[in-house]
Nanobody, 112 residues
Framework: QVQLVESGGGSVQAGGSLRLSCAVSGSILRLNAMGWYRQAPGKQRELVAS???????VYADSVKGRFTISRDNAKGTVYLQMNSLKPEDTATYYC??????WGQGTQVTVSS
């Protein structure tokens, strides 16, 4: 059974940093592409960043230069380092394995 558990969310002031983690169990992480998505109230879920099996990364224009996605296959964990946070980054952040398995989400709130 594949499970994804996100952690690391919280409340920070604008300009602050957070690191989100997504622990994957029941699956061999190195065999899967992974992604971070976010959904703000009243908005559609959107891609934040993704990382391929080979380590190639893709970022939404709104987070380029501020966020970094990485993976530790040995630990079965994917990370999202978020720096220079802005109020518009406030959302629930979700981890996705491949195209099918989602985590439960972790809330990020950035105050001005």
């Amino acid at each position: 059974q594949v499970q994804l558990v996100e952690s690391g969310g919280g409340s920070v002031q604008a300009g602050g940093s957070l690191r989100l983690s997504c622990a994957v169990s029941g699956s061999i992480l190195r065999l899967n592409a992974m992604g971070w998505y976010r959904q703000a109230p009243g908005k559609q879920r959107e891609l934040v960043a993704s990382i391929s099996i080979g380590g190639s990364t893709v970022y939404a224009d709104s987070v380029k230069g501020r966020f970094t996605i990485s993976r530790d296959n040995a630990k079965g964990t994917v990370y999202l380092q978020m720096n220079s946070l802005k109020p518009e980054d406030t959302a629930t952040y979700y981890c996705l394995r491949g195209t099918r398995y989602w985590g439960q989400g972790t809330q990020v709130t950035v105050s001005s």
